[in-house]
């Protein structure tokens, strides 16, 4: 069993950068895909960002030249890297490692699905 926990998340203003930070209490070298997804107040959860254990990244239009998704498997943590943060970009962010991401990406499913537990982010105009 993995636990991913969350942080950096907050409020800035429009423009402005937050870099999320994810991180597995074990090893995330054998998972082959983690992703980021946000969910906004009345609206679907959805992928902004994935990466697979080949470094392979995939983004959402709407982030495509603002974020920047990482991983780094000897730290056992995946990164978000926000910039030009727009109001619209306001939502909870989670992680995931495993079997939604591997599924969204249409990835071979990894067995196991593992969520963080959410960190908040807050652009404002």
């Known amino acids: 069993q993995v636990q991913l926990v969350e942080s950096g998340g907050g409020l800035v203003q429009d423009g402005g950068s937050l870099r999320l930070s994810c991180t597995a209490s074990?090893?995330?070298?054998?998972?082959?895909?983690m992703g980021w997804y946000r969910q906004a107040p009345g609206k679907q959860r959805e992928l902004v960002a994935a990466?697979?254990?080949?470094?392979?990244?995939t983004y959402t239009e709407s982030v495509k030249g603002r974020f920047t998704i990482s991983r780094v498997n000897a730290k056992n943590t995946m990164y978000l890297q926000m910039n030009s943060l727009k109001p619209e970009d306001t939502a909870v962010y989670y992680c995931?490692?495993?079997?939604?991401?591997?599924?969204?990406?249409?990835?071979?499913?990894?067995?196991?699905?593992?969520w963080g537990q959410g960190t908040q982010v807050t652009v404002s105009s």
């Open positions: 995931n490692a495993g079997s939604t991401t591997t599924r969204d990406l249409g990835l071979i499913p990894y067995e196991y699905d593992y």
């Open positions: 074990g090893s995330i070298a054998s998972i082959n895909a």
């Open positions: 990466i697979t254990n080949s470094l392979t990244t």
